[in-house]
């Protein structure tokens, strides 16, 4: 508002000046030659500043037809030899005739202003006439165009102008600075109280729903949008977070537990074995050492897990994706549980898939899959009962399945089969699993961009899929199995 004010004063100013100018320069061009006029008209002669009457005449005719004007007769230095003022009014008793020469010469551009000798300091647009023949000056008139009281009534009534110009001027531009201000500033408040219930919002921790994204706008409106995408990830980095120290406190609690028991069973027996070493015979301390070794694999399959799920876990995890024949890796991983089902009295069994189309997965992360699924499916089937993997042609992928008649999982405890440390040993026969097989497999499987489901009914048994993603057409073909 202040600036707007300041501006305007100033652009006022300028245009007072600049219409000033004009009027001088009108009012000098109009009358350049109303002195060589009156000097001709007076016929004034070499020795006219002697011969003062017949131009007093004319001064005095000038006047009366011209109050304006203030007509003044200079000898050659400047001195007032003759004037029209009224008694003890000059102040000064010559002028310069610098710019009466100038003026005469007419190279100058108008206007020209003198010395008012009314007024020193003064300078008045003027009008000059040498007195006497070409090269004979014995004078000059010297005619002020704008006299004493022309000036005061031009003056007042200027005066009177320029106040009704500048209030007026003035009042428009307060007006419209106000209502242009008011319009800014509700504009500015709306928009920074829009922001600043955001940020108030997302301090009590109740954030609503984000501002709607969009393109474009000011830098309120951009300001606005990026706090809001702001407040986006900080609440998803801190629910993220929390989530990881969360898990951290159940890892530290799980590990601690899982490794405390098999711990202190192998210390127990390699204790035993210490102190009672010649008092044990053969067959005993062979049991000793064979649940010795036991708890040593399982506190090594347990360590092995861990690493690998932080492997996995690991951001940038290479895959090295190649084309097989899904059938074919199941033969080879089924070779490898057919002696621990048959001890178990597990019947295991595949259906025939040699009719399928190659799959595309990386095979060293892909076997993990299938132990680990079939170690979980035949550790907790009991005996009698069946594990079978299927292989089904999906549209576009490989539908893989392996099924068990396990006592299955409840309903409420569905959800929780695949995180880390989770072991639902009221319901399972076989209480020595770690608890990290199914997070590995959903790790594996997340790296090639599937997921895996579950389906489990109480006393009847469960069933995990997921699909294998098609090998290209042109892709190594390796050889079918027989």
Do not use: C, W
């Amino acid at each position: 508002m202040a600036v707007m004010g300041g501006v305007l004063l100033l652009t006022l100013l300028a245009s007072m000046r600049s219409q000033q100018l004009a009027l001088a320069e009108t009012t000098q061009r109009l009358y350049r030659d109303l002195a060589r006029e009156l000097v001709r008209n007076a016929d004034v002669g070499t020795d006219a500043i002697s011969d003062l009457g017949v131009l007093g005449d004319e001064i005095d005719l000038l006047m009366r037809l011209n109050p304006r004007l203030e007509i003044y007769l200079l000898d050659l230095e400047g001195r007032l030899v003759a004037h029209s003022a009224p008694p003890g009014r000059l102040q000064v008793d010559r002028v310069s005739l610098g710019p009466i020469r100038r003026f005469l010469s007419g190279r100058d551009a108008l206007p020209i202003r003198g010395d008012d000798p009314r007024h020193p300091g003064r300078a008045k647009v003027f009008s000059a006439a040498a007195i006497g023949p070409e090269g004979r000056t014995g004078g000059y008139l010297y005619v002020i165009l704008e006299g004493e009281a022309y000036q005061s009534i031009s003056g007042m009534l200027g005066r009177s102008q320029l106040a009704r110009t500048s209030a007026t001027s003035l009042g428009a531009v307060s007006l419209f600075g106000l209502a242009a201000g008011l319009l800014l500033f509700r504009t500015i408040t709306r928009r920074l109280g829009s922001l600043g219930h955001e940020v108030e919002t997302f301090m009590r921790g109740d954030a609503s729903d984000p501002l709607p994204p969009g393109e474009g706008g000011d830098e309120i409106e951009r300001l606005t949008r990026a706090f809001a995408h702001l407040r986006r990830r900080v609440e998803r980095q801190v629910g993220e977070l929390e989530q990881v120290d969360r898990l951290r406190r159940e890892l530290v609690a799980n590990v601690s537990h899982d490794l405390r028991g098999p711990l202190s069973a192998l210390r127990g027996y390699l204790d035993t074995l210490s102190v009672m070493d010649d008092e044990m015979g053969a067959e005993e301390r062979r049991r000793y050492l064979e649940a010795a070794l036991r708890h040593t694999e399982r506190l090594s399959r347990l360590v092995g897990d861990l690493l690998e799920l932080a492997h996995l876990d690991a951001e940038g995890v290479p895959l090295q994706p190649e084309p097989f024949h899904p059938a074919e890796l199941l033969q080879d991983i089924v070779r490898k549980f057919e002696l621990a089902a048959h001890e178990r009295g597990i019947d295991l069994s595949l259906e025939d898939g040699r009719d399928l189309p190659l799959a595309l997965a990386d095979l060293r992360l892909l076997e993990r899959v299938f132990e680990n699924l079939l170690d979980n499916a035949l550790r907790h089937t009991p005996r009698g009962g069946r594990v079978t993997l299927a292989l089904r042609r999906l549209p576009d992928a490989v539908g893989v399945e392996v099924a068990d008649t396990g006592p299955g999982i409840p309903a409420e405890d569905v959800p929780r089969i695949f995180e880390r440390f989770t072991r639902l040993e009221r319901e399972r026969t076989d209480s020595t699993g770690m608890g990290l097989g199914l997070a590995i497999v959903r790790r594996i499987l997340e790296l090639h961009g599937r997921s895996i489901g579950v389906t489990s009914e109480v006393g009847v048994g469960t069933r995990f899929s997921f699909s294998l993603p098609l090998a290209p057409a042109g892709r190594g073909q390796p050889p079918r199995p027989a």
